[in-house]
């Protein structure tokens, strides 16, 4: 059995969670890509037993970001709808925000094993690329470089704020970690506002 890691980049939405595309069927920068079949298996994964998400493929319990649920396969895209931790109890998850609204590009990687592949010639780039048809995914992890250059994504929730979109709670936050405030205090660092 072979393992595999797709990148692909990731955002955050105006509901408070986090979206992104697990994996297309794009070929990445180690001339691999999926085949739509594996893109229907992977969503199929995470409809049926969901997946954490975690930070660097880095596997311990305190690495945990939130999990994933939620999966749906559009134009050969795996888009996925992600529960964040609680900011208040993992310092992970306000970083995590605060890069996001910073409009650091962040990726999505997809860790698991490959059960059945082949090899198929790419006449753009001129040689053999690998077609995983057949996978098992085990996690989704944050990183910062997504395999697929031209994929990341723009932060739809820092424009819906600015411009106070109907629908989008309004609610201080804290310039230093971006958590919520009460009565002009940080609930996570208490830096007074």
Known sequence: MNSF???????????????????????????????EEALKSMVSDIKTAGVNLFENHEHGWQNT???????????????VGITLDDATTNPKIPMLLN????????????GGNVLNYKWEYDKNLGKKVKVLDKVKVYEVSVVGIPSNSDSFLSIPMAIAKSAKLP??????????????????????CLTQI
Not at 6 to 28: C, E, H, R, Y
Not at 167 to 187: K, M
């Open 167 to 188: 629908g989008f709670p309004i609610i201080t936050d804290c310039p230093l970690c971006y958590s919520h405030t009460n009565n002009g205090v940080c609930s996570l």
């Open 99 to 110: 890069k996001l609204k910073k409009g650091i590009m962040l990726g999505l990687s997809v």
């Open 65 to 79: 970001l939130g999990v994933i649920k939620n999966a749906d396969l559009v134009n050969n895209q795996v888009q």
């Open 5 to 35: 890691n797709f990148i692909i980049p990731l955002q955050k939405d105006v509901s408070g969670d986090l979206t992104g595309i697990a994996s297309t069927t794009n070929i990445d920068k180690d001339d691999e890509k999926m085949s």
